[in-house]
């Protein structure tokens, strides 16, 4: 019988025809041969072949077992290329990730002059009256030093667009930058009342003008008048966003708050074989698909999953949104923001166990933090049947105080965090938290040492949605573009920081060291366990015999190459429900 070998040399596929004895063989629709298989079972086994039918995966084992059992028409020969599960990104915005290509791309601007010029370039292109819509700059990116970093104003943009309107979200989406033209839009331009925004700011200057930065709920007010996105804008958004996720290896996603109209797309997708991508949905707190998920009850499919709801218990720390304890070390008399009262958290979380969905909550401050480990252990108490099987999350658990670091086992309450954050963070951190609130930020160590998993993920476009840059950071606790290379260059680097880093030479083997990951937990974290936090660990996230046929081929050997060779690793092909869903073009192959 003619087989078919895909063989992986380099970087490309290259077809050939071999003969095979083939008696005795059961049929596959497809056998991968002589890779480094990282399986990600209870014994974390190591193999070199599988066999796959269908969608699913029938046979792991050494390359010689499975030729003796197996036959197919299709045949991947590794060349001892590395396969690991397809990875899950337990925390993104799947939407957003496909606006990157349509809106303003700030990320990595220095200043707020340079972001303005990008700015003026838009405009030059635009119709009159057109919306300018941004997102990704970061005022912490505009002075390393770890000062408190002003927030721009409106004035810096309507000296470069006085006629069209601007509103730009920073990279953590709990602000908006805006210019007056949409301050005008919105009838606040000339509003000096102070209003009273539940879970909300908007900044003014001396004389109570707004400034043009409007934080967490007060972005309602410049949103309700942006002009929504076609259905084809968005239908080719998510497009963009799917063939992204592919690209990087993700096999799964899970989409952290969507809407009504989101989801009938996404549906739409799912109804005609169209996603390529498995989505995790979870709507957006009280909107009108949450009335709709309760009446037709959790739905888990293939393809389109919906059995969450998710909320937001705080801003975030970037912003100075995150609700902490105590006030900022860098901003005295600031405790962040409580974006949905403990009251209405309770009411919907409640709800929704009631329901059979599970609960994800937004938390990043201690406060935050606390106020929702506190209506999960209040369900517990009043479900504690249900509530065992609810898998609640918090999702980024950021800063932690001691005693709630160890209520996450005690309750069962899954921590989904996003490793690339805390290397992002690392920078201005401690001096928005001081030196010993920063003991439980990002404490992945603790929590894992304590009998918990991690979910992980990116929470892109916030952040890159390459899992590889988390993997990377959750290892290392180093940013993907370097740190300082010396003890004096760190010093030097948060030398007017609120706090200082004492133990400077500490930082050159990573920042706070102690809480870093295995790279076995690691992978987990990127795979099985966001399996788990989704409620299908017994479908995906390990490769064996019974499980969907997910998986990926990486150009190195993330498990055990010199770190910085992580950040280099490409993915050479993605392979979804058994099908390759993509592969890499390799210029110049043959």
């Known amino acids: 019988m003619k087989k078919i070998l895909y063989s992986l040399l380099g970087l490309g596929i290259i077809f050939g025809i071999y003969y095979a004895i083939v008696d005795k063989t059961q049929p596959a629709d497809l056998l991968i041969l002589n890779a480094t298989i990282y399986t990600v079972d209870e014994s974390n086994s190591v193999q070199q072949a599988m066999a796959i039918r269908g969608s699913r995966i029938i046979a792991v084992g050494t390359t010689e077992d499975i030729q003796k059992r197996y036959s197919s028409q299709n045949v991947i020969d590794a060349n001892g290329k590395t396969i690991i599960p397809g990875m899950i990104d337990s925390h993104a915005h799947v939407f957003e990730i496909g606006t990157n290509s349509a809106e303003l791309n700030l990320v990595g601007t220095t200043s707020s002059e340079e972001s303005a010029a990008l700015v003026a370039e838009r405009v030059k292109r635009a119709a009159p009256g057109e919306w300018i819509r941004g997102h990704g700059w970061d005022q912490n990116d505009w002075d390393n030093t770890g000062r408190n970093v002003p927030f721009p104003t ?44 539940e879970g909300g700011k908007i900044y003014r200057d001396q004389a109570g003008n707004p400034t043009g930065i409007f934080i967490d709920n007060a972005e309602r007010i410049i949103y309700s008048v942006v002009p929504d996105y076609s259905d084809a804008e968005m239908k080719a958004m998510y497009q963009r966003a799917f063939d992204e996720c592919l690209k990087f290896g993700l096999t799964s996603v899970h989409d952290m708050g969507i809407s009504e109209r989101a989801y009938n797309i996404l549906n739409s997708f799912a109804q005609n074989n169209l996603l390529p991508v498995r989505i995790y949905a ?193 290892i290392t606790r180093q940013d993907k573009d370097g740190i300082p290379q010396s003890a004096a260059d760190v010093a030097a680097h948060f030398q007017l920081s609120a706090d200082g880093i004492k133990d400077s030479s500490n930082f050159l083997n990573g920042w706070y060291p102690q809480e870093k990951m295995t790279r076995e937990e690691a992978l987990k974290s990127y795979t099985i366990w966001g399996a788990y936090a989704e409620f299908a660990e017994k479908e995906k996230g390990s ?35 058994g099908k390759i869903a993509y592969q890499r073009t390799i210029t110049g192959a043959k």
């Open 154 to 197: 409106a004035a810096i943009l309507d000296n470069v667009a006085p006629n069209n309107p601007v509103v730009l979200e920073r990279i953590d989406g709990h602000a908006l930058w805006v210019n007056s033209q949409a301050m005008k839009f919105a009838d606040i331009l000339n509003d000096k009342k102070e209003r009273k925004i």
């Open 282 to 474: 979870a709507v957006l707190g009280d909107n009108s698909l949450w009335s709709k998920a309760k009446a037709q009850g959790p739905l888990s499919g293939k393809f389109l999953s919906l059995r969450a709801i998710k909320m937001l218990a705080d801003g975030a720390l970037g912003s100075r949104g995150a609700a902490l304890m105590e006030p900022y070390s860098d901003e005295p008399g600031n405790r962040g923001l409580e974006i949905t009262s403990k009251e209405k958290m309770k009411e919907l979380a409640e709800d929704a166990v009631q329901h059979g969905f599970q609960v994800c909550v937004h938390a990043i401050g201690d406060r935050g933090n606390k106020n929702i480990l506190d209506i999960y252990e209040e369900l517990e108490q009043k479900y504690p049947a249900k509530a065992e099987l609810a898998r609640f999350r918090v999702e980024h658990a950021q800063v932690l105080s001691n005693d709630d670091l160890l209520r996450f086992k005690k309750l069962h309450v899954l921590p989904s965090m996003q490793p690339i954050h805390c290397t992002s963070d690392m920078y201005w951190a401690q001096a928005r938290l001081g030196p010993e609130r920063i003991q439980g930020a990002y404490a992945w160590r603790r929590l894992l040492d304590d009998g918990n998993i991690i979910a992980s993920g990116s929470d892109a476009p916030v952040e890159n949605p390459n899992p590889l840059l988390g993997f990377y950071a959750a």
């Open 543 to 577: 490769l064996e015999p019974g499980k969907l046929a997910d998986f990926v081929v990486l150009s190195k050997d993330i498990m055990k190459v010199e770190p910085k060779q992580i950040l280099s690793t490409l993915v050479d092909m993605t392979v979804v429900d």
